[in-house]
């Protein structure tokens, strides 16, 4: 069965500083990623994913995540963070047939 | 473009009575998935509908039950409910060969 570990429940981090969330997965087969966003009282918006070919995949608002096979990881960096990129973020690893196994999510805090 | 729309958006039920909260997909997405969310946690796989069979089923009770219509939209009901079924219930739609799901807003339900 697939699992998804978040290390981190809160990651708190000042304005235009680098930050990065971490995720671990363990599967016993190939395993599509995701970064999910949620912002208060609303559901989840899909911030990248990787699928295969080149392991760093990107967003469109300045995140990145970099798939490592041999560590079983897909951590979220972005260098420089916004006040509205505060939110709850959620990792999440599909065997397939898009059904998808979610960490409990970091939540960003990000203050002046 | 209409995404995936949710109703209600919040409910409120004493224990012991059955709820229905209701999914209309993306428009063109013939895949109905269903998540719970309890407070501080991540989402977790109920079922998937596809051509109005469920397909895939999480680790939920049977008072967990479901149903799509041909218009691909998804009921999902939960019947003699419990306090611990307090919860944001996530609708995700897709396209059956497609691994990305597109969320809708949520359905808060409370129990008291």
Not at chain 1, 6 to 18: G, H, I, N, R, Y
Not at chain 2, 20 to 35: M, Q
């Amino acid at each position: 069965a697939q699992s998804v570990t978040q290390l981190d429940s809160q990651v708190p981090v000042f304005e235009e500083a680098p930050v990065e969330l971490r995720c671990n997965y363990s599967s016993s087969v190939s395993v599509y990623l995701f970064w999910y966003v949620q912002y208060p009282n609303q559901g989840l918006q899909l911030l990248l994913k990787y699928l295969s070919g080149s392991t760093l995949v990107e967003s469109i608002n300045g995140f990145e995540a970099e798939f490592n096979k041999s560590q079983t990881s897909f951590h979220l960096r972005k260098p420089s963070v916004h006040i509205s990129d505060t939110a709850e973020y959620f990792c999440a690893v599909s065997e397939g047939y898009s059904t998808l196994t979610f960490g409990k999510g970091t939540m960003l805090l990000v203050s002046p | 473009d209409a995404g995936v729309t949710q109703s209600p958006t919040h409910l409120i039920k004493t224990r012991g009575q059955q709820v229905t909260l209701r999914c209309s997909p993306k428009s063109g997405h013939d895949t109905v998935s269903w998540y719970q969310q309890a407070l501080g946690q991540g989402p977790q796989f109920i079922f998937q509908y596809y051509e109005e069979e469920e397909r895939q089923r999480g680790n939920f009770p049977d008072r967990f039950s479901g149903h799509q219509f041909p218009n691909y939209s998804s009921e999902l009901n939960v019947n003699a409910l419990l306090l611990g079924d307090s919860a944001l219930y996530l609708c995700a739609s897709s396209l059956d060969y497609s691994i990305e799901q597109y969320f809708g807003p949520g359905t808060r339900l409370t129990v008291t």
